[in-house]
């Protein structure tokens, strides 16, 4: 969702592009975001607000925008080499490990270093 940029994400995302020749983020459409059940008052930023963040970003060298609950369809679109996820996910057990392996690619959930939360720093700033 990437939608309060934190450095979390930034360390994450730099780890995730040493892992291949390019990094292409995928980003929740605003609708997309709201069918994850996140809150009524999400995305706090727009998904053009959240695409050109992560656009600047010098890790990233794509961002690519998805409306659908899971990226699975824009993977099958991009067949990527390697997939990555934020440590918090059972890589495994995802739909998107599945397909990306059918073609002899690789997932990987990554660690994180710094632990962050969007939904802990927005209610920092609600209290």
Do not use: C
């Amino acid at each position: 969702v990437f939608d309060l940029l934190h450095r979390g994400h930034v360390s994450y995302l730099a780890q995730a592009r040493q892992l291949g020749m390019s990094l292409v983020v995928g980003v929740n459409s605003d609708a997309s975001v709201r069918m994850l059940g996140k809150g009524s008052d999400r995305p706090i930023n727009g998904q053009e607000d959240r695409m050109a963040l992560l656009a600047a970003l010098e890790s990233v060298d794509l961002v690519v925008l998805f409306s659908e609950q899971t990226p699975v369809e824009l993977i099958r679109r991009i067949r990527p080499d390697v997939y990555v996820k934020g440590g918090d996910y059972a890589i495994e057990s995802l739909e998107e490990t599945k397909v990306v392996q059918a073609w002899g690619g690789k997932a990987f959930a990554i660690p994180f270093i710094y632990e962050r939360s969007t939904t802990n720093l927005l209610g920092k700033i609600r209290s």
